[in-house]
């Protein structure tokens, strides 16, 4: 029983390089969502999807994409990496139906030198 | 927007002691309100949630209380254990899809 799995785990960059973070379900969930968090910031929703092609912005969307072919994957990608994107990022997922719980991955730590 | 404030920041408590959180929210259509304990190094986990239309939620140690009114909600853990020192999120939502906007976290130590 997998659930929600991202990859990697941990990842350095340097400012400017690319990368895509990697969010997978298996439970079929129609809404998945990818927050980071920082140290007293709690977590900020970044982008979000209701369901396979359809997104949209959450509270910190600036530098980072999203995308959602598929049901089960929800990749976020940064196009030029910024000290300030330095954070460990969270993919969460949940049913569609009223108020289910969102089941969160184990996350990626991710440093931008 | 919604704004979610998260109080206190650290809690430290004996072991067996009672451990209060409170969390207040500025949305009104509010009505969405999760609990969540993140041990070190590891993801969030859902422990409690309550729905608008509840006054109060128990499940074992845990309850979860909401003052509509006020706009505010408190996490409440009786006879607490070692095991229970983690960080602990409260969150708001008032949309069908749960775009949650979480407090900023409160530090529960519990010492034996």
């Known amino acids: 029983n997998a659930g929600v799995t991202q990859t990697p785990k941990f990842q350095v960059l340097k400012t400017g390089q690319s990368m895509t973070l990697q969010c997978a379900q298996d439970m079929n969930h129609e809404y998945m969502s990818w927050y980071r968090q920082d140290p007293g910031m709690g977590l900020r929703l970044i982008h979000y999807s209701v369901g396979a092609g359809i997104t949209d912005q959450g509270e910190v969307p600036n530098g980072y994409n999203v995308s959602r072919s598929t049901t089960e994957d929800f990749p976020l990608r940064l196009l030029s990496a910024a000290p300030s994107q330095t954070s460990v990022y969270f993919c969460a997922s949940s049913s569609a139906d009223s108020n289910q719980p969102q089941h969160f991955g184990d996350g990626t730590r991710l440093s931008i030198l | 927007g919604e704004n979610v404030e998260q109080h206190p920041s650290t809690l430290s408590v004996q072991e067996g002691d009672s451990a209060v959180i409170k969390c207040t929210y500025s949305?009104?259509?509010?009505?969405?309100f999760p609990w969540y304990k993140q041990e070190l190094g590891k993801r969030p986990q859902l422990i409690i949630d309550?729905?608008?239309?509840?006054g109060e939620k128990k499940d074992q140690r845990i309850a979860v209380t909401l003052n509509k009114t006020a706009k505010h909600f408190s996490l409440h853990i009786t006879e607490t254990q070692p095991e229970d020192s983690a960080v602990y999120f409260c969150a708001a939502s008032n949309t069908g899809f749960q775009k949650l906007v979480f407090g900023t976290g409160t530090r529960l130590l519990v010492s034996p």
């Open positions: 309550i729905r608008s239309n509840v």
């Open positions: 949305d009104s259509a509010s009505n969405y």
